[in-house]
T-cell receptor, first 116, second 110 residues
Framework: EPEVTQTPSHQVTQMGQEVILRCVPI?????FYWYRQILGQKVEFLVS????????KSEIFDDQFSVERPDGSNFTLKIRSTKLEDSAMYFC??????????????FGEGSRLTVL | SQQGEEDPQALSIQEGENATMNCSYK?????LQWYRQNSGRGLVHLIL?????REKHSGRLRVTLDTSKKSSSLLITASRAADTASYFC??????????FGAGTTVTVRA
């Protein structure tokens, strides 16, 4: 069964460092998402991506964050100059299409980021 | 805010009992979905109910939707220890933005 894969599963970094989280969405999906879940809290929307550009972003997704689909398969989230409060589980998700699909998002297992 | 809010925050039941959790939301939706998250793991889609549907079943899961009250419920029948997880409702707006609620933590005691 196709699945969304994320790497790394866990990354520990020093405050101020840059981090890149990688995702491989399901191959025929067209919409891609990043969500964040701080420990014990709700899952928060960060950004959606369609047709090689950001379609929507939340207020959390400030200039510190960027997304890219560099090679048609990977979908990356870059966090520049990490802060302690960036420590969270980051989930990538993908969806087939807007029209005619079930609307179901397929999530990866997440990348846990710990900023020290 | 579009986000659903689950109730209760936590639920502890005996194996074999039914578990019911509710979700309320504030604005119009295209559909409402329920996800499960085992501790430290990713989110798994359970069931989707469209705004023009009132009830849906999938195995031991039953979801209802009342758009007039802007609420949904998820019922897990004959619960098992493996059902122990956090359950999140997610509302999908007419422009397809998906937003999660805070979740209900369900503990099924053997």
């Amino acid at each position: 069964e196709p699945e969304v894969t994320q790497t790394p599963s866990h990354q520990v970094t020093q405050m101020g460092q840059e981090v890149i989280l990688r995702c491989v969405p399901i191959s025929n999906h067209l919409y891609f998402y990043w969500y964040r879940q701080i420990l014990g809290q709700k899952v928060e929307f960060l950004v959606s991506f369609y047709n090689n550009e950001i379609s929507e972003k939340s207020e959390i997704f400030d200039d510190q964050f960027s997304v890219e689909r560099p090679d048609g398969s990977n979908f990356t989230l870059k966090i520049r100059s990490t802060k302690l409060e960036d420590s969270a589980m980051y989930f990538c998700a993908s969806r087939l299409d807007r029209a005619g699909d079930t609307g179901e998002l397929f999530f990866g297992e997440g990348s846990r980021l710990t900023v020290l | 805010s579009q986000q659903g809010e689950e109730d209760p925050q936590a639920l502890s039941i005996q194996e074999g009992e039914n578990a019911t959790m509710n979700c309320s939301y504030k604005t119009s939706i295209n559909n409402l979905q329920w996800y499960r998250q085992n501790s430290g793991r990713g989110l798994v889609h359970l069931i989707l109910i469209r705004s023009n549907e009132r009830e849906k079943h999938s195995g031991r899961l039953r979801v209802t939707l009342d758009t007039s009250k802007k609420s949904s419920s998820l019922l897990i029948t004959a619960s098992r220890a493996a059902d122990t997880a956090s359950y999140f409702c997610a509302t999908v707006s007419p422009d397809y933005k998906l937003s999660f609620g805070a979740g209900t933590t369900v503990t099924v005691r053997a």
